[in-house]
């Protein structure tokens, strides 16, 4: 039986679900920038969540949203060719994320909602809290009354009397107190919102999109945006939530009370934060420039290598990026990866017998199944997960390396093993060949964009033009860089 902790009890409870379907919601991505290995770390973490609660019999509905609405965004309307708008800007960084999470194997969520198509929803929301007396308008804006909801804190551990003003600087001559928070703010991007962002120009700052509303032109607030969402795709309570564990306060503590406050029903069973990715001794981050995007690390380590880095630490510990860190996920990952080929080659070869059986192999491949499903069922616990699987592979080796004929149907086993946990749980690529196809569609790839630059220098542009969307039908991102500069392309996993 699954056991997880629970932030909000902060014990560890026993798992049952509420209904059929075990309905997850994870906190997305503010999409502002590209992203990096701090956001692939929840993703990941939550696949397999995802997918060990598939395997374990359960219905899942998994939702995971894009912030598309948001003053970072807005921030970059006139960088480069990032788009005329945020919406554009949005879209931009989107398609690339989503391309990452391909990339790295993740299952697809149920949807993946964006605010800027939930407005309706988010108004609806707002105008229940305004009728129920937990929200109050103010200059056009509407905030949530923190000190109507007794339980505000609940989840963070704090009480209202000791909390700090949240929110835009701006706000807090328009709030009863000083922890409210926005629901609906009037008007466009706040100058105050982006007054530190360095390619903002503030004699003219983006204004972003707004929409209209009972209270005026505006835009929606970060929190209820979550909320909105879930219970839209979800239900007014759902199973799991997952995120950051950045994201306790204030993100998922006013997620609680509007949602709560709204309905009188809980809103999530069951908070499931992960710790963050260190590099350097700080928060990997955007914001800091300390980021490694998760385009760069496929391109350096490939999906299995990464995947086999972030397993081998516990979801809600913090975990650290390194060089060597690294180099042991590949090691981890190619000691499993050679067992589980030499275990193929064996079974499939002329030395694997009928009648021969290796009790101790035997009994391994039973005691790594047990230790993998118990680990897992511990609060997904997949360090000791992995473990349970190089046991296995060490014990498949001495199998292989003390005979010179097998146990045929032990072989099978294993293979089985490590393709169902390994494969189906991990979300390993075992046997696809995917690095050598990868460097084999690099080089070709860089050929045609020879031959394609060749045409362009001798003017035949047209010819050029069907080169490339001969490139992109194929599934290959070809994008020109500044005069003088060359071209980059992206190979998009088109599986």
């Given at each position: 039986m699954l056991s997880v902790t629970n932030t909000l009890s902060d014990e560890r409870e026993e798992f049952r679900p509420t209904g059929d379907e075990v309905l997850v919601y994870v906190c997305g991505l503010t999409v502002s920038d590209d992203a990096h290995l701090g956001h692939a770390r929840v993703w990941v973490h939550a696949d397999v969540m995802c997918r060990w609660l598939s395997h374990e019999g359960h219905a899942v509905r998994h939702v995971e949203n894009f912030t598309d609405v948001n003053e970072k965004i807005a921030a970059r309307i006139d960088e480069g060719d990032l788009g005329g708008s945020e919406l554009g800007v949005a879209r931009r960084f989107i398609e690339g994320t989503l391309e990452d999470m391909r990339g790295l194997n993740l299952q697809r969520a149920t949807v993946y909602p964006r605010v800027s198509e939930h407005v309706p929803e988010i108004l609806a929301l707002i105008e229940r809290l305004l009728e129920s007396g937990h929200a109050y308008e103010s200059d056009g804006s509407v905030y949530f009354d923190v000190t109507t909801f007794e339980e505000y804190g609940k989840l963070s551990n704090q009480r209202v009397t000791d909390l700090e003003a949240q929110g835009d600087p701006t706000e807090r001559s328009e709030k009863r107190n000083p922890a409210d928070f926005a629901l609906w703010k009037a008007g466009g991007v706040s100058e105050s919102a982006i007054r530190d962002h360095e390619k903002v120009d503030h004699a003219h700052p983006p204004d972003g999109e707004t929409w209209d509303s009972p209270w005026g032109e505006g835009r929606p607030g970060w929190h209820i945006e979550c909320s909105a969402m879930a219970m839209t795709h979800l239900d007014e309570t759902i199973d799991i939530h997952v995120g950051g564990h950045d994201l306790v306060f204030p993100h998922h503590e006013n997620e609680i009370a509007q949602s709560e406050a709204a309905t009188g029903k809980p809103f999530a069973n069951y908070w499931l934060h992960t710790g963050l990715l260190e590099t350097d001794g700080e928060k990997m981050s955007s914001s800091l420039g300390n980021f490694f995007t998760v385009s760069a690390a496929l391109d350096e380590f490939g999906p299995d290598v990464l995947r086999s880095f972030y397993l081998a630490t516990e979801y809600g510990?913090?975990?650290?990026?390194?060089?060597?860190?690294?180099?042991?996920?590949?090691?981890?990952?190619?000691?499993?990866?050679?067992?589980?080929?030499?275990?193929?080659?064996?079974?499939?070869?002329?030395?694997?017998?009928?009648?021969?059986?290796?009790?101790?192999?035997?009994?391994?491949?039973?005691?790594?199944?047990?230790?993998?499903?118990?680990?897992?069922?511990?609060?997904?616990?997949?360090?000791?997960?992995?473990?349970?699987?190089?046991?296995?592979?060490?014990?498949?080796?001495?199998?292989?390396?003390?005979?010179?004929?097998?146990?045929?149907?032990?072989?099978?086993?294993?293979?089985?093993t490590i393709e169902g946990f390994g494969g189906e749980i991990f979300g390993f690529s075992f046997g696809s060949g995917a690095g050598d196809g990868v460097d084999l569609a690099g080089d070709l790839v860089e050929l045609v964009l020879e031959v394609r630059e060749a045409e362009r220098e001798a003017g035949n542009y047209e010819r050029a033009d069907a080169l490339r969307e001969d490139l992109e039908a194929l599934g290959v991102t070809v994008e020109d860089e500044a005069e003088g500069e060359g071209t980059t392309y992206r190979l998009s996993d088109r599986s």
């Amino acid at each position: 039986m699954l056991s997880v902790t629970n932030t909000l009890s902060d014990e560890r409870e026993e798992f049952r679900p509420t209904g059929d379907e075990v309905l997850v919601y994870v906190c997305g991505l503010t999409v502002s920038d590209d992203a990096h290995l701090g956001h692939a770390r929840v993703w990941v973490h939550a696949d397999v969540m995802c997918r060990w609660l598939s395997h374990e019999g359960h219905a899942v509905r998994h939702v995971e949203n894009f912030t598309d609405v948001n003053e970072k965004i807005a921030a970059r309307i006139d960088e480069g060719d990032l788009g005329g708008s945020e919406l554009g800007v949005a879209r931009r960084f989107i398609e690339g994320t989503l391309e990452d999470m391909r990339g790295l194997n993740l299952q697809r969520a149920t949807v993946y909602p964006r605010v800027s198509e939930h407005v309706p929803e988010i108004l609806a929301l707002i105008e229940r809290l305004l009728e129920s007396g937990h929200a109050y308008e103010s200059d056009g804006s509407v905030y949530f009354d923190v000190t109507t909801f007794e339980e505000y804190g609940k989840l963070s551990n704090q009480r209202v009397t000791d909390l700090e003003a949240q929110g835009d600087p701006t706000e807090r001559s328009e709030k009863r107190n000083p922890a409210d928070f926005a629901l609906w703010k009037a008007g466009g991007v706040s100058e105050s919102a982006i007054r530190d962002h360095e390619k903002v120009d503030h004699a003219h700052p983006p204004d972003g999109e707004t929409w209209d509303s009972p209270w005026g032109e505006g835009r929606p607030g970060w929190h209820i945006e979550c909320s909105a969402m879930a219970m839209t795709h979800l239900d007014e309570t759902i199973d799991i939530h997952v995120g950051g564990h950045d994201l306790v306060f204030p993100h998922h503590e006013n997620e609680i009370a509007q949602s709560e406050a709204a309905t009188g029903k809980p809103f999530a069973n069951y908070w499931l934060h992960t710790g963050l990715l260190e590099t350097d001794g700080e928060k990997m981050s955007s914001s800091l420039g300390n980021f490694f995007t998760v385009s760069a690390a496929l391109d350096e380590f490939g999906p299995d290598v990464l995947r086999s880095f972030y397993l081998a630490t516990e979801y809600g510990s913090n975990q650290t990026f390194s060089e060597d860190a690294m180099a042991e996920a590949k090691e981890r990952y190619e000691r499993l990866e050679r067992a589980y080929e030499r275990a193929i080659e064996a079974a499939d070869g002329p030395d694997a017998r009928t009648k021969i059986e290796d009790h101790e192999l035997r009994a391994a491949i039973e005691e790594a199944r047990g230790e993998f499903v118990r680990a897992m069922n511990d609060d997904f616990g997949v360090r000791e997960a992995m473990s349970a699987l190089l046991e296995l592979a060490g014990a498949l080796n001495r199998h292989l390396d003390a005979r010179e004929e097998y146990d045929y149907r032990a072989l099978r086993r294993a293979i089985e093993t490590i393709e169902g946990f390994g494969g189906e749980i991990f979300g390993f690529s075992f046997g696809s060949g995917a690095g050598d196809g990868v460097d084999l569609a690099g080089d070709l790839v860089e050929l045609v964009l020879e031959v394609r630059e060749a045409e362009r220098e001798a003017g035949n542009y047209e010819r050029a033009d069907a080169l490339r969307e001969d490139l992109e039908a194929l599934g290959v991102t070809v994008e020109d860089e500044a005069e003088g500069e060359g071209t980059t392309y992206r190979l998009s996993d088109r599986s």
